[in-house]
């Protein structure tokens, strides 16, 4: 059995009932490898927007993934259908690792993560029920689906410091945006390969390159191939659409020993 099916086989051991916490987080959901829960500011500002993480805690030896692991697993996934006065939610991710179990490559964090999350409140001085259907994969030697769902009132306790503090490390961890000097430009796209130039201070043997399938797009494991002088990456082009779609492009992390950067690449032509 591969990864991926002994993962989807044990999508029913790992569930939750709502319960609701009295703080501007929920209760942890415990779970094998780790534990999981939602924290949030407690207040959204002006537009609407609340600041919050999923907060995964790992067990020593046990891993989880970034926004596109591969064919290893899934991404982490947030359903808010279920909530009052919140129209949904963006999650943001740290710069993650590249894991190499033997059989597959695949994007993810081998500790402790907090995963930075903008819900989007309606009506921003109503009250607010999360009602969140969380989906993630934690895994040791086989992957086990974590299938939860975390119910709370943000604004019980809106003062927390502790959340705040939470919150607020963990976006301050996030890669910083692009700069002329510190990012990716197509060089040139066939049938089967992208090749993007990246920019950066640092190393260039410490450079590590992410894209995100999406819309369509999938793609294989960023190849360095230095060349005159410049880092490029030769990332295979697993499958596309017929033509570009409408949105803003493809997410991808760019990672050195001078930091880490994300941003949009423009979708391939």
């Excluded at 197509?186 to 950066?200: C, H, K, T, Y």
């Excluded at 294989?220 to 492009?249: H, I, M, Q, R």
């Amino acid at each position: 059995m591969n990864k991926f099916a002994a993962f989807a086989s044990c999508l029913a051991c790992a569930v939750s009932a709502p319960e609701f916490a009295h703080a501007s987080s929920s209760d942890w959901f415990e779970t094998d490898g780790g534990r999981v829960r939602l924290v949030t500011t407690g207040k959204p500002d002006a537009d609407g927007r609340l600041q919050g993480i999923l907060d995964i805690e790992l067990k020593p030896g046990w891993k989880t993934y970034w926004r596109d692991p591969g064919d290893a697993g899934v991404p982490p996934q947030i359903d808010l259908s279920a909530s009052t006065n919140v129209a949904g939610a963006e999650l943001a991710f740290p710069a993650p690792q590249r894991h190499d179990d033997g059989s597959a490559k695949w994007a993810g964090y081998d500790y402790p993560v907090a995963l930075p999350v903008t819900f989007a409140i309606k009506v921003p001085d109503g009250p607010a029920i999360i009602d969140a259907d969380v989906f993630l994969g934690i895994c040791e030697t086989i992957c086990i689906p974590v299938t939860t769902k975390l119910v709370f009132d943000p604004g019980r306790d809106p003062d927390n410091r502790d959340d705040a503090v939470s919150v607020e490390q963990a976006f301050a961890a996030l890669p910083g945006p692009v700069r002329p000097e510190f990012g990716l430009t197509i060089v040139s796209r066939d049938e089967g390969a992208l090749v993007v130039e990246a920019n950066f201070p640092g190393d260039p043997a410490s450079a590590e390159l992410f894209v995100a399938g999406a819309d369509g797009y999938a793609f294989g494991v960023p190849a360095k191939t230095p060349k005159d002088n410049k880092t490029l990456f030769s990332v295979e082009l697993l499958d596309a659409p017929a033509s570009p779609p409408a949105g803003a492009g493809l997410h991808y992390t760019l990672v050195t020993d001078a930091g880490s950067v994300s941003g949009l690449l423009p979708y391939p032509r």
